[in-house]
């Protein structure tokens, strides 16, 4: 039988990352299991230059911990149900390795990512840090698709009207 002590959830700050966090307050109730909710703010670690692919896109707002932190803890007051133990957490890097590294570090038993759904060029172009996770990480991963947001996600980013193939 599995045991899950320690269950982590990770965010972007979006809508999106709630659908996993409904998984994971499910399980942690079932198991009486802590949960950890992990924002990663992306770029270089601190101490560390950054490389040229991870430099942040001109106009790209990069939040601060202060703020990464107030706004978890807003998540948390506002969405989340009050019986719950939910630790807020913020790292600096480039998110899967950092999911990674920090699930391993607290003995994480399962990772819950909602994955954003991208498709065609986008998803070629930018990778996706949920698929990263599930192929690199030793610890079991669940990976929620948002219901409400699949069909207007695929319509969006259709990788033909990405390219311009059709009206």
């Known amino acids: 039988m599995v045991f899950l002590r320690k269950i982590l959830v990770t965010t972007d700050l979006s809508e999106f990352s709630l659908a996993a966090f409904e998984y994971a307050s499910t399980a942690s109730i079932f198991f009486n299991a802590d949960i950890f909710l992990l924002y990663v703010n992306e770029g270089s670690a601190p101490g560390r230059s950054k490389t040229h692919s991870e430099r942040e896109p001109q106009g790209h707002a990069q939040h601060t911990e202060e703020e990464a932190l107030k706004a978890l803890k807003g998540l948390i007051q506002g969405s ?37 759904g991208r498709t065609g060029l986008r998803h070629i172009m930018m990778g996706s840090v949920a698929e990263k996770i599930v192929r ?3 610890i079991p991963v669940l990976s929620v ?7 207007r996600i695929l319509k969006e980013e259709d990788i033909e009207s ?5 009206p």
């Open 80 to 116: 989340i149900s009050s019986g719950l133990k939910v630790t807020p957490v913020v790292r600096r890097g480039a998110p899967a390795e950092e999911i990674i590294r920090f699930a391993e570090k607290e003995g994480i038993d399962l990772i819950v990512i909602a994955t954003h």
């Open 162 to 166: 990405e390219l311009h193939l059709r």
């Open 145 to 151: 698709k948002p219901g409400p947001f699949r069909d």
């Open 136 to 138: 690199l990480s030793s």
